[in-house]
C-alpha cells in the first residue's frame, strides 16, 4: 500500500498495488486534506492507520474505505499497534486509540515532542522528552510507569526485540535499558561528539548494528554491551 497526495483537492489517497507486479489492485480515497504531512501504520489484519495533519484515519483493506476518523490535539506520529490499540503521539500527548471504532482508551501528556519515533517494548510504550529523558507508559492505562534521565543525550533511535531494549542518541551512545524500570543496563560510547543525525539501529542475532554519521558501523552484543568489530561503511560526506 502507497499513500500519496491528490494535486486537485490535496487529499489523501491511498494505493493498493499487486506486490508481484506493481498493478493497481484497489484506490482508498479519503476526504482528508494532508496539505503538509502524513504517516500511515504497516498494514495489518486488513487494516492500517494513518495521521494526516491533526486527524487519526482507519482504513479498511478489504472494502477500500475509510472505517473512522478521530481529531488530534495536532499532527500525529507514525502509528504503532497493539493487538486492541493504535499508539500515536502529537509532540502535545500520547493517545491510544481503540483499533475497532475509535474511541478513545486513553490520553497521556507524559510526550511532550522529541525525535525519537513511538515504540511498543512488550506492553510498555517508550516516549521521549525534548529534555532528553525518555518514560515508559502502561500501553493498557497510558499510566507512567517509569522515567530516566538518559544522561548520555537526546534519544534518537531505539529498537526492542526478545526482551531487549537498545536505544541511541545524539551524543553518539548506544545503551541498553531494562524495559521494566528504565536502569541503564549497559552504555557503549560510540567514540563520536554531538551528532548531526542519529545513529541507525537494528537488532538480529544478540547483537545490536549502528550505523554512525561518521561512516562506521559498530557491531556491539546485547548481553554485555562490548563493541565486537567496527567497519568503515563510508566516507563521512561522500
Not at 492507520?49 to 475509510?66: G, K
Not at 545490536?208 to 563521512?236: C, H, Q, R
Request: charged share 15%; proline share 5%.
Amino acid at each position: 500500500v502507497v499513500g500519496g497526495i491528490n494535486p486537485v483537492d490535496d487529499t489523501l489517497t491511498l494505493v493498493r498495488l499487486d506486490i508481484s507486479d506493481g498493478t493497481t489492485i484497489g484506490m482508498v480515497p479519503t476526504a482528508e486534506h494532508a496539505a503538509s504531512a502524513y504517516t500511515c501504520s504497516p498494514a495489518d489484519r486488513n487494516q492500517m492507520f494513518c495521521s494526516s495533519d491533526e486527524h487519526l484515519l482507519s482504513i479498511d483493506l478489504s472494502t477500500n474505505s475509510v472505517v473512522w476518523t478521530m481529531p488530534l490535539d495536532g499532527p500525529g506520529s507514525v502509528p504503532v499497534l497493539s493487538e486492541d490499540a493504535v499508539l500515536v503521539e502529537t509532540g502535545l500527548s500520547a493517545w491510544a486509540i481503540n483499533r475497532e471504532d475509535g474511541a478513545v482508551i486513553w490520553t497521556s501528556n507524559q510526550s511532550t515532542g522529541s525525535r525519537m519515533p513511538l515504540l511498543l517494548a512488550g506492553t510498555t510504550l517508550l516516549v521521549s522528552q525534548v529534555d532528553g529523558s525518555i518514560r515508559g507508559l502502561d500501553s493498557l492505562t497510558g499510566t507512567l510507569s517509569w522515567s530516566s534521565p538518559v544522561l548520555t543525550g537526546e534519544v534518537c533511535q531505539a529498537a526492542y526485540g526478545n526482551g531487549d531494549l537498545i536505544i541511541t542518541t545524539h551524543s553518539g551512545f548506544v545503551e541498553k535499558l531494562s524495559p521494566l524500570d528504565g536502569t541503564v543496563v549497559w552504555s557503549l560510547n560510540g567514540g563520536t561528539s554531538e551528532l548531526t543525525a542519529c545513529p541507525s539501529l537494528v537488532m538480529a542475532n544478540g547483537y545490536a548494528y549502528s550505523n554512525f554519521p561518521d561512516g562506521t558501523i559498530k557491531a556491539i552484543d546485547l548481553s554485555t554491551g562490548s563493541m565486537v568489530w567496527e567497519a568503515v561503511a563510508a566516507t563521512p560526506g561522500k
